[in-house]
């Protein structure tokens, strides 16, 4: 199981607790995860990603393993420790505004 | 047993205050969607348990709530956990897309921006969901950058209404200051194929159709600031209120000047009068009195405050042109907070409640016309909208 922590903000909107976990088929990358995230939790649709062109939202940053991964392709397979389930993909809102 | 219910959208969230029909005494709910931006709250005519929300974020963007229960519970519609294998997601209520089909929509794809340039239409954030008069299930709602959308399934999925951006003006429009919104709505209660919109910075519209096709209205409206004061487009509309008895009767708040038309907006008159400042943001119209309106005047459009740290809401029981300050209750010193275009309401009791909320986070409250007003909350998050429901 892929295990996803989100962002307080997006926890309350998909009414959630703590990490996710979602059972995504190889291979694990940040679409893959994100296709399965908003399938399951469609109030997340459009929060993390623009609803047409799919692409992340300025102040989104995606972080794993000690990692930025924010920049890297949708398509970049995600760390092994995050497709074996022992480290969390992070979806995380920017420090910014007030 | 008649009451009140006021919602109050917040920088930092949503509140729901409630009160019986003497409006002395008033409940404090909330924060719901706590540190949310709330632009608007807004309830179903048909059915004032049915009340749609605007929840937006710089970081998360556009969310569409929704409740079925006066305010008490929210859900994004549509957007409930899918479960089991395959389960399809049908969560489209916080999906905005511009139509540019070839069957409907128009070939617009830019507009002005602050510099002369051509930018492309970008969806930012619902202003104000204005509900269908009739139906609970059918809700407007206003965004920037400008545009017009409709539900008619609850909020669950939106449609661009885009005879609006495509009539013509479109690549003319450019933003205000505070972005390129359409922040005001307006349904003929005799009409409900009669529609009015305002946009800031483009000018208000007129739909005679339901929303397929819209016309300017902006004959009589004169704006300094363009390079022809008198163009069909262009002019900062602040907001625009009429009573429901008279729904060819307009009145405007404009970025300056307060105005006034009697033929749905053809044709329009200043009626500033005696104002100390025609510059402002909200104006309203008493619920029982349709020739009495509210203006709350603003110092400049560089200083938004009351002018000399008075506030001061200004009531004229003529249509216009004559005013008298309303300062009963109200700060008559060293205040300097603002009031936004969506933040003043009425109630449609007898005598009527008055309403508005301030940027320094002040809910007043008048329940005799404006004659004196009182605090029912001093220190909520800054204050974007105010709308008050009257339950009987």
């Known amino acids: 199981m892929i295990r996803v922590e989100l962002p307080p903000h997006l926890r309350t909107l998909a009414k959630v607790r703590g990490e996710v976990q979602l059972d995504v088929p190889p291979p694990v990358t940040p679409r893959s995860v994100l296709d399965a995230l908003e399938a399951r939790y469609p109030a997340l649709r459009g929060t993390i990603r ?17 990692q930025d991964l924010s920049h890297d392709s949708p398509d970049t397979p995600l760390p092994a420790p995050v497709a074996q ?3 969390p993909f992070i979806v995380l809102g920017a420090i910014a505004g007030g | 047993m008649s009451g009140v219910r006021l919602l109050v959208g917040t920088r930092k969230g949503a509140f729901v205050l409630t009160s019986d029909g003497k409006r002395k005494n008033w409940e404090v709910a909330g924060p719901h969607f706590a540190g949310w931006e709330i632009y ?7 059915d004032p348990n049915r009340i749609y929300a605007s929840q937006t974020s710089g970081w998360f963007g556009q969310v569409i709530q929704r409740s079925d229960d006066g305010g008490k519970t929210w859900d994004a519609p549509g957007g409930g956990v899918t479960t089991g294998p395959g389960g399809m ?5 916080n999906k905005f897309v511009y139509d540019d089909s070839p069957e409907t929509g128009k070939p617009l794809t830019t507009h002005q921006f602050y510099d002369g340039t051509q930018k492309p239409w970008v969806f930012k954030r619902v202003w104000h969901l204005e509900p269908s008069l009739d139906d609970p299930d059918a809700v407007y709602a206003g965004v920037e950058d400008a545009a017009l959308f409709r539900s008619t399934d609850g909020g669950k999925s939106w449609k661009e209404l885009p005879g609006l951006r495509g009539h013509g003006t479109g690549p003319n429009w450019q933003p205000g200051a505070g972005g390129m919104c359409l922040h005001t709505v307006l349904i003929d209660p005799k009409n409900p194929r009669r529609l009015f919109t305002a946009i800031s910075a483009a000018g208000a519209f007129r739909s005679d159709d339901g929303g397929a096709s819209w ?3 902006t004959k009589g409206l004169n704006s300094p600031f363009l390079p022809d004061p008198t163009a069909e487009v262009g002019h900062c509309v602040h907001r625009i209120a009429a009573h429901p008895s008279r729904p060819d009767t307009l009145y405007m708040q404009k970025h300056w000047d307060v105005l006034r038309s009697d033929d749905a907006g053809d044709n329009w008159k200043e009626v500033s009068g005696n104002l100390p400042t025609d510059f402002g943001f909200v104006i309203d119209v ?12 603003i110092k400049s459009d560089s200083e938004h405050f009351p002018l000399d740290g008075k506030l001061r809401v200004y009531r004229s029981r003529a249509g216009g042109n004559e005013w008298e300050a309303l300062t009963n209750g109200l700060p008559q010193r060293d205040c300097y907070v603002n009031i936004l275009r969506d933040a003043m309401s009425v109630d449609s009791l007898d005598r009527c409640g008055v309403y508005f909320g301030t940027t320094g986070g002040q809910v007043y409250a008048s329940a005799d016309d404006g004659d004196t007003w009182a605090p029912i909350v001093r220190d909520l998050p800054p204050v974007l909208s105010v709308e008050a429901q009257t339950l009987r």
């Open chain 1, 50 to 66: 623009d609803h047409v062109t799919r692409e992340r939202r300025a102040f989104i940053r995606f972080f794993a393993c000690s």
């Open chain 1, 85 to 87: 389930g022992t480290e």
């Open chain 2, 40 to 46: 608007h709250l807004k309830g179903s005519p048909a």
């Open chain 2, 89 to 93: 997601p049908t969560g489209e209520s």
């Open chain 2, 215 to 217: 016309k300017p209205i």
């Open chain 2, 286 to 297: 008493n619920a029982n009195e349709p020739e009495t309106v509210y203006v709350v005047p």
